[in-house]
């Protein structure tokens, strides 16, 4: 094994917020995909990794073009339904929001059936499948959000309270496309989502940034969107059906049930296509350069949006997500600077439209630079503590991988302990760019800043974190501050997050999916 000390001294707290302030000020525009911001983050970064030393990590070039497509759709005002009772209209935006992936001029349902299917999940490995015995295609799946568990916290449902990634809205969609289902509804409901249907309706009628998937094989249902409970059980009705059996969708064995409904709507869709990029750096492994380890951050923010208060229209994102890549460019210092190089090669990736649906990390995992079998792991940053130390550091999605194994014992080393995220329900390890790498089969981890603040405690660490999601997350006022981001407690983070991936790049065992994760059957080839 490596000196336990080696590399820990290229970290600089000074070079850290160099990085930020630079990646964050107002001549950056906000660093959003397809700008001039866009292009000066993306030069600034590649001057960084050649600075570091960092070998280009796309074959010659420090950069990954990312094809993509913006869609904006123009839903119909209405929905028509016709029931055994009669006819009846639901009113767009607000009884529901659609919209389509899919780049079709127009998109119509045509007097489509409408299926309830409960959560719509398959998962063999928990012996559950909400499509058994079910013929979907050219028709619309109503379904729940969140898993069977959430309602009872029955932990033999699943993961009980705790979401997994068939809770998710994207899975919900993902799996009807897979079944062949014309269309996928879920139902809302603010505790299960995590969020009031006021989130949904934001998306009506806006544009949407997608991957340019022409000329490839992608399934996708042709509309796609939420509808509000008090409407879902008025469809239920109109189709005869007794509301309780939502109440009994969480049971093992519950059947799907035609609700004896047909869908008519309509959207005008347009279509416009640009690139973005990733940008991408190596250190070859000496001796297992064929194994990489790949530490993400998304560069991208919001660029130049509504004015606030103060008529700020700059949406900086300095702690979002400046504060993460800047520590991209502190870990490939740290790396080059090793006396002994690691021996699995070390991948620096910053990648784009994040923002816009983790959209530049999931091209990189469908179409990898480094083979995925060959990928050891995705460590991810996203937010990089800007004040003082703190004793904890958080790990999202607790149980999924052996990487927080090694983790916590390299916290311990450091006097330090892992704490996990408070709200498992909400799904937070299915919301940033390692989640693109695990749908993959790649074991990945996503810590976050603690609160247990060094002399001030977990009561004000907890104030500063509640601050931040109030007043600035997606806000202009996301804004580095010099006399206030000190940023020692993310260097201790990106110390500890070094030392994670130098511990698993002078072995040759590589980390493995924990018994229960949902991504543990894709690594193995069974799924």
């Excluded at 869609?71 to 389509?100: H, Q």
């Excluded at 309780?244 to 064995?253: C, D, T």
């Amino acid at each position: 094994m490596p000196d336990p000390q080696d590399g820990l001294s290229a970290f600089s707290a000074d070079s850290l917020k160099l990085h930020v302030s630079v990646l964050s000020a107002d001549s950056f525009m906000g660093r959003k995909p397809f700008t001039e911001g866009e292009t000066k983050t993306i030069d600034y970064l590649q001057k960084q990794f050649a600075a570091a030393g960092l070998e280009p990590g796309n074959d010659k070039s420090y950069l990954q073009e990312v094809p993509m497509m913006n869609l904006v759709t123009k839903a119909a005002p209405s929905m028509n339904v016709m029931s055994p009772k009669g006819n009846f209209t639901l009113k767009a935006f607000d009884d529901y929001v659609i919209w389509t992936d899919k780049s079709d001029p127009e998109i119509t349902l045509n007097q489509n059936d409408l299926v309830f299917a409960g959560y719509g999940i398959v998962a063999p490995e928990y012996n559950w499948n909400d499509y058994a015995g079910l013929d979907v295609k050219n028709k619309v799946v109503m379904v729940m959000v969140n898993d069977p568990g959430y309602a009872t916290g029955d932990t033999a449902l699943i993961k009980g309270k705790t979401m997994t990634y068939y809770g998710r809205w994207t899975y919900k969609f993902e799996e009807a496309a897979r079944q062949g289902a014309k269309g996928c509804l879920i139902i809302h409901n603010t505790a299960a989502a995590s969020y009031p249907f006021s989130i949904v309706q934001n998306n009506f009628n806006t544009s949407r940034l997608q991957l340019d998937n022409r000329g490839k094989e992608s399934k996708n249902c042709d509309v796609v969107g939420w509808l509000t409970e008090p409407v879902a059980k008025r469809l239920m009705l109109a189709g005869g059906i007794d509301t309780n059996l939502l109440a009994k969708a969480h049971e093992r064995g519950a059947k799907p049930v035609d609700l004896h409904l047909k869908l008519s709507t309509s959207m005008q869709v347009s279509v416009s296509y640009n690139k973005s990029y990733n940008v991408i750096g190596k250190i070859t492994g000496s001796k297992y350069p064929d194994q990489v380890i790949i530490y993400t951050a998304h560069w991208d923010h919001l660029g130049i949006g509504t004015p606030d208060e103060k008529g700020d229209s700059i949406y900086n994102g300095a702690f979002d997500n400046a504060s993460g890549t800047a520590g991209l460019l502190e870990l490939a210092r740290a790396f080059k600077s090793m006396k002994r190089a690691p021996e699995k090669s070390i991948v620096i990736l910053a990648v784009t439209a994040e923002e816009q649906g983790l959209l530049g990390s999931a091209y990189y995992a469908q179409n990898p630079v480094y083979p995925i079998d060959k990928t050891v792991a995705d460590i991810n940053i996203d937010e990089l503590n800007r004040f003082g130390k703190t004793k904890d550091l958080v790990v999202i999605g607790e149980g999924q991988s052996e990487l927080e194994d090694i983790l916590k014992e390299e916290a311990q080393k450091m006097g330090r302990y892992i704490a996990y995220e408070p709200h498992p329900e909400a799904g937070g390890y299915y919301r940033s760019d390692h989640f693109s790498f695990a749908k993959q089969g790649i074991p990945a981890i996503f810590i976050e800043g603690g609160i247990d603040v060094e002399g001030k405690g977990k009561e004000y660490g907890k104030k500063m974190e509640d601050d931040f999601n109030d007043h600035h997350y997606h806000r202009p006022s996301d804004e580095y501050d010099a006399s206030t981001w000190t940023m020692e407690g993310g260097i201790d983070d990106l110390k500890l997050l070094f030392q994670l991936g130098k511990r698993i790049a002078f072995t040759e065992k590589m980390p493995e999916w924990k018994p229960g994760s949902e991504f543990k059957a894709i690594r193995e080839g069974k799924k």
